[in-house]
């Protein structure tokens, strides 16, 4: 057995154990700090699996601002009615079903095609022509444009079920997001961390060309940065009707949507780049859309509006 | 001999099953949702391992699956967030959270008893 066997092994045992952990420990809190350091964990693994922009996505978005998500609501929801636990039997028809999914799935794993198919020398063979050196970036935002556009866009009628959820005399309101007691390590964070944050989300939005990073995973960064703030109660959450807030989070759709509109004219299909202006076109997109996503992020964590508009 | 993407391969469909079994077992709705993005994660996993077998060209992975395990992570982002918003909402509504349909019908917080 080799060391990096060794290592995998291990890493796979310690993920699976924090996942039980977070599944059987009885309080929330705890369950959601386990869920956090079991994506780090999964994280890992992604980069064993020889997909770091997949791993830089997990460990922000799946692992930290997810995490987030579930502190505030485990915050809030603390000392909320418990529920009844369903009966032993239901449990154990739940235990042998689940066992059963597991067990058809290690099936299909175990007799995966040799050798796999894969659409990697399809990748590689245009990806000159795109002016880009990462391949995840060329399938995000050339191959399969019409995904990310439409990932894109599903960002804002997320956030606009969450405003929707806001009571009738707060809408057109700020949202609250701030610590109930802001402590001292946390201004310090919230004053110290953002210039880095914010450089580190610029570097992968704009590196996301050639090197593992991109759109998403500068967005989140940003995102992580402005809810730090805003948690430190260094900044006001602005309110959800004001005009210029809203343009920014439909800059991003929409300039994508234009520019693949425009390809049908320049050249010959919808979100088709013309040939030797690929790079700055994708490039365009993807900064407008690194604001836009690290707004839309920020916004879905703020939750609803939860102040009356002034 | 298990390789290395066979192996996580095998954890990606425990992570599945284990998810699976929280979303149905345990009747805390915050829980449920934990239970569903570990679930989700056992699925993107899944992709990853599926991404790995497709190396192939100078990659050492199939960057199709990768861009849409990114798509996949962004969007359950996007729906957990809603649940949350979802589940505060119906908090702040009844005082409670819990989703059992005679409980939240009736205004007093009702005992945990034995199913």
Same mark, same amino acid.
């Given at each position: 057995?080799?060391l990096?066997?060794?290592?995998?092994?291990?890493?796979? *045992?310690?993920?699976l154990? &924090?996942?039980?952990?977070?599944?059987v420990?009885r309080?929330?809190?705890?369950a959601?700090?386990? #869920?956090?350091?079991?994506?780090?964990? =999964?994280?890992l693994i992604?980069v064993r699996l020889?997909?770091?922009d997949?791993?830089?996505t997990?460990?922000a978005?799946?692992?930290? =601002?997810t995490?987030?998500?579930?502190?505030?609501?485990?915050? !809030?929801?603390?000392?909320?009615?418990?529920?009844?636990?369903?009966?032993?039997a *239901?449990?154990?028809a739940?235990g042998v079903?689940?066992?059963?999914?597991s @067990?058809g799935l290690a099936?299909i794993?175990? !007799?995966?095609?040799d050798?796999a198919?894969? =659409? +990697?020398?399809?990748?590689?063979?245009?990806?000159p022509d795109?002016g880009?050196? %990462?391949?995840v970036t060329?399938?995000l935002?050339?191959?399969?444009?019409i995904d990310?556009l439409l990932?894109? &866009?599903?960002l804002?009628p997320?956030?606009?079920?969450?405003?929707s959820l806001?009571?009738d005399r707060?809408w057109g309101g700020?949202?609250?997001?701030r610590?109930?007691?802001?402590a001292?390590?946390?201004?310090?964070?919230?004053?110290?961390?953002?210039?880095?944050?914010?450089?580190?989300?610029?570097y992968l939005?704009? %590196?996301?060309?050639n090197?593992?990073?991109?759109a #998403?995973?500068?967005?989140?960064v940003?995102? +992580?940065?402005?809810?730090?703030?805003l948690?430190?109660?260094?900044?006001?959450?602005?309110?959800?009707?004001r005009r210029?807030? !809203?343009w920014?989070?439909? +800059?991003?759709?929409a300039v #994508?949507?234009?520019?693949?509109l425009a390809?049908?004219?320049l050249?010959d @299909?919808f979100l088709?780049?013309p040939?030797?202006?690929a790079?700055?076109f994708?490039l365009?997109?993807?900064l407008v859309?690194?604001?836009s996503i690290?707004v839309?992020?920020?916004?879905?964590?703020?939750?609803?509006?939860? !102040?009356?508009?002034? | 001999?298990?390789?290395?993407t066979?192996?996580f391969?095998?954890?990606?469909?425990?992570l599945?099953?284990?998810?699976?079994?929280g979303?149905?077992?345990?009747?805390r709705?915050l829980?449920k949702i934990?239970?569903?993005?570990?679930l989700g994660?056992?699925?993107?996993l899944?992709?990853?391992v599926i991404?790995?077998?497709?190396?192939?060209?100078?990659?050492?992975?199939d960057?199709?699956?990768?861009a849409?395990?990114i798509?996949?992570?962004?969007?359950a982002?996007a729906?957990?967030?809603?649940?949350?918003?979802?589940?505060?909402?119906l908090?702040?509504?009844?005082?409670?959270a819990?989703?059992?349909?005679?409980?939240?019908?009736?205004?007093a917080?009702?005992?945990s008893?034995?199913?």
């Amino acid at each position: 057995m080799t060391l990096a066997l060794a290592v995998d092994i291990g890493l796979t *045992l310690l993920v699976l154990a &924090v996942a039980c952990w977070t599944l059987v420990v009885r309080d929330t809190f705890a369950a959601v700090i386990g #869920f956090v350091a079991y994506g780090l964990l =999964l994280a890992l693994i992604w980069v064993r699996l020889a997909a770091p922009d997949v791993a830089l996505t997990e460990a922000a978005m799946g692992s930290g =601002l997810t995490g987030l998500l579930l502190l505030g609501a485990a915050a !809030r929801l603390r000392g909320a009615a418990s529920s009844t636990p369903p009966g032993l039997a *239901l449990r154990w028809a739940a235990g042998v079903l689940c066992a059963l999914v597991s @067990a058809g799935l290690a099936a299909i794993v175990l !007799r995966l095609p040799d050798p796999a198919p894969t =659409l +990697a020398p399809a990748v590689i063979a245009h990806l000159p022509d795109l002016g880009l050196g %990462n391949p995840v970036t060329g399938v995000l935002l050339a191959y399969r444009a019409i995904d990310t556009l439409l990932e894109a &866009v599903v960002l804002l009628p997320a956030l606009l079920g969450v405003w929707s959820l806001a009571p009738d005399r707060y809408w057109g309101g700020a949202p609250i997001l701030r610590h109930p007691r802001p402590a001292g390590a946390l201004t310090l964070f919230a004053q110290v961390l953002p210039p880095f944050g914010i450089i580190v989300g610029i570097y992968l939005c704009w %590196n996301g060309a050639n090197q593992p990073g991109g759109a #998403f995973q500068g967005g989140a960064v940003l995102a +992580a940065m402005w809810v730090l703030v805003l948690l430190a109660g260094l900044g006001e959450a602005p309110p959800v009707s004001r005009r210029g807030l !809203r343009w920014l989070l439909i +800059a991003g759709s929409a300039v #994508f949507l234009i520019i693949g509109l425009a390809g049908i004219g320049l050249a010959d @299909a919808f979100l088709a780049y013309p040939a030797g202006y690929a790079k700055p076109f994708i490039l365009t997109i993807e900064l407008v859309l690194t604001l836009s996503i690290a707004v839309a992020l920020g916004l879905l964590i703020a939750g609803p509006p939860a !102040r009356l508009p002034s | 001999m298990i390789g290395a993407t066979t192996l996580f391969g095998l954890s990606s469909v425990v992570l599945i099953g284990l998810g699976l079994f929280g979303l149905i077992v345990d009747p805390r709705p915050l829980r449920k949702i934990l239970a569903f993005n570990l679930l989700g994660s056992g699925v993107f996993l899944l992709f990853g391992v599926i991404a790995r077998r497709g190396a192939g060209a100078g990659l050492n992975s199939d960057p199709v699956p990768q861009a849409l395990v990114i798509t996949g992570l962004v969007v359950a982002f996007a729906a957990t967030a809603l649940a949350i918003a979802l589940l505060l909402r119906l908090f702040q509504e009844t005082g409670q959270a819990t989703l059992d349909t005679e409980s939240s019908s009736s205004d007093a917080p009702v005992p945990s008893a034995d199913s």
